[in-house]
């Protein structure tokens, strides 16, 4: 069993800063890729940044040069620091890992159970 327990979400007013943390527990052998994404109400889940092993890095258009990206690999842990927040932020963050348990040789998607950040105008 592995799990992913995020937390950091909140109110913020505009142009404020929030800093989302996920930490991966359980049964794991390694982390591949991981991420943080999004869902406003009525849209898709979309991708916000993504981060390898290795520490590359990428990006949704609308966060870079706001968002920060990181993650500890000795702590399974990976963050998300959003400054210059806006309105159009505002959605459920959810924390994803691609995750091998000491049992497989494939890598399998565990998601978060979503944090919400409210940014007001």
């Known amino acids: 069993q592995v799990e992913l327990v995020e937390s950091g979400g909140g109110l913020v007013q505009a142009g404020g800063s929030l800093r989302l943390s996920c930490v991966v527990s359980?049964?794991?052998?390694?982390?591949?890729?991981m991420g943080w994404y999004r869902q406003a109400p009525g849209k898709q889940r979309e991708l916000v940044a993504r981060?390898?092993?290795?520490?590359?890095?990428n990006y949704a258009d609308s966060v870079k040069g706001r968002f920060t990206i990181s993650r500890d690999n000795a702590k399974d842990t990976v963050s998300l620091q959003m400054n210059s927040l806006k309105p159009e932020d505002t959605a459920v963050y959810y924390c994803n890992a691609g995750v091998r348990r000491p049992d497989t040789f494939i890598f399998t998607d565990y998601w978060g159970q979503g944090t919400q950040v409210t940014v007001s105008s």
């Open positions: 359980g049964s794991i052998f390694s982390i591949g890729v």
């Open positions: 981060i390898t092993s290795g520490g590359t890095t």
